[in-house]
Structure formats: structure tokens, C-alpha cells
Nanobody
């Protein structure tokens, strides 16, 4: 059974930083693309960043480019999202996703339960 557990969320002032972690279990971590998504109240869940199975390719949404960095540690089965220069618009629940990704299509995917990030102005 696949399990994804996020941590690292919290309350931070605008301009501050947070690092989210997502630890996976239940299948071979290094075989899958890992991604971060977020959902603010009354909005659809949106893509934030992803990293390929071997870490060789990363993708980041335009809205966070230059401020957020995704990385992974296969030995720890963990993916990270380093968030710098946070803005109030970054306030959302952040979700970890694991699966096979081709473009915007994910298959054999699983989601974590989410972690709240709140950025105060």
C-alpha cells in the first residue's frame, strides 16, 4: 500500500522560507516521478513542481519559478520543496504526488494528505 506523508508546513511571514518534505513508502521510490501541488480555498488544485524518477529533470510552475526548488533523496524515499521569498498568494494546502507523468497526465498515482502553508503579510 502506497503511503505519502508530508511535513514541514506552518505559518510564516511574507519573505520567509519553509521546506516541505514528503516521505513515501509502499513501492520503489526511485521508479516514479514526484510532484508537489497546492490548493487554496475555493480554487482548483494546481501544479507547483515535479522531479523525474532519476532526478535528472525538474519542472516548476511559472508562479513559483526562481523561488521554489524541488529535490529528492532516493536513499530516504523523500522529496523536498524548498520555498523561499514566500508571498501571501502562496497560502494553500500543499500535496505530494507520486506516479508516472507524461506532460500534464499522471498515471498510477497516489496523493499525500496535505500540509497547510500560511503566509502572513
Amino acid at each position: 500500500q502506497v503511503q505519502l506523508v508530508e511535513s514541514g508546513g506552518g505559518l510564516v511571514q511574507a519573505g520567509g522560507s519553509l521546506r516541505l518534505s514528503c516521505t513515501a513508502s509502499g513501492r520503489t521510490f526511485g521508479s516514479y516521478t514526484m510532484g508537489w501541488f497546492r490548493q487554496a480555498p475555493l480554487t482548483e488544485r494546481e501544479f507547483v513542481a515535479s522531479i523525474s524518477w532519476n532526478g535528472g529533470h525538474t519542472a516548476v510552475a511559472d508562479s513559483v519559478k526562481g523561488r521554489f526548488t524541488i529535490s529528492k533523496d532516493n536513499a530516504k524515499s523523500t522529496v523536498y520543496l524548498q520555498m523561499d521569498s514566500l508571498k501571501p498568494d502562496d497560502t494553500a494546502v500543499y500535496y505530494c504526488r507520486q506516479g508516472f507523468r507524461v506532460g500534464s497526465t499522471w498515471t498510477s498515482d497516489s496523493w499525500g494528505q496535505g500540509t497547510q502553508v500560511t503566509v502572513s503579510s
